[in-house]
T-cell receptor, first 110, second 110 residues
Framework: QKEVEQDPGPLSVPEGAIVSLNCTYS??????FMWYRQYSRKGPELLMY????GNKEDGRFTAQVDKSSKYISLFIRDSQPSDSATYLC??????????FGTGTSLTVIP | KAGVTQTPRYLIKTRGQQVTLSCSPI?????VSWYQQTPGQGLQFLFE???????NKGNFPGRFSGRQFSNSRSEMNVSTLELGDSALYLC?????????FGPGTRLTVL
């Protein structure tokens, strides 16, 4: 079993839709949770970083961590064509070694 | 503040050759990690260096090696290239916590 599981998609939504991206994990010791966005032919860029459980909001983006279910989510409100990218979740126990999901490909159609 | 830089950005090699990739981290970042990204496997951790010492290592064969210099710059070497080594190689740096990624080096092995 992989440490982190992420549905690869692809996911296609109309502009303005709410997008929900999810990851599940098996290691209950994970404490640090991240979402990265990767545009085609670019390196991943950090979108959200949370420690432990709960929600974190940044503009149109909300990251949610449910440690009891070993499940994390990224919500994108009012999705824009510029949000079209691959989204990767990442997790860590100590903040040093990170485990990445395989990424979900998102296309927002104008 | 300049981001993580990687050189070269694109590389074409033939089977059996060796290759050296270079990474310059963000100024002040002492941790440098390397990842291999392929469509099928996603992001796979190669190794991490901190203050010139390898701190963590992924499950890659000994053909993959790296080093870090006193100025925190890092190099990754792959010897005896195989077709399956074709991938995007990403370097990431950090103080502690989430990684900041470079744009990657796209290696094609023919």
């Amino acid at each position: 079993q992989k440490e982190v599981e992420q549905d690869p998609g692809p996911l296609s939504v109309p502009e303005g839709a709410i997008v929900s991206l999810n990851c599940t994990y098996s290691n209950s010791a994970f404490q640090y949770f991240m979402w990265y966005r990767q545009y085609s032919r670019k390196g991943p860029e950090l979108l959200m970083y949370t420690y432990s459980s709960g929600n974190k909001e940044d503009g149109r983006f909300t990251a949610q961590v449910d440690k009891s279910s070993k499940y994390i989510s990224l919500f994108i409100r009012d999705s824009q064509p510029s949000d079209s990218a691959t989204y990767l979740c990442a997790m860590s126990t100590t903040g040093n070694q990170f485990y990445f999901g395989t990424g979900t490909s998102l296309t927002v159609i104008p | 503040k300049a981001g993580v830089t990687q050189t070269p950005r694109y590389l074409i090699k033939t089977r059996g050759q060796q290759v050296t990739l270079s990474c310059s981290p963000i100024s002040g970042h002492r941790s440098v990690s390397w990842y291999q990204q392929t469509p099928g496997q996603g992001l796979q951790f190669l190794f991490e260096y901190f203050s010139e010492t390898q701190r963590n290592k992924g499950n890659f064969p000994g053909r993959f090696s790296g080093r870090q210099f006193s100025n925190s710059r890092s190099e990754m070497n792959v010897s005896t290239l195989e077709l399956g080594d074709s991938a995007l190689y990403l370097c990431a740096s950090s103080l502690e916590g989430p990684r900041t990624f470079g744009p990657g080096t796209r290696l094609t092995v023919l």
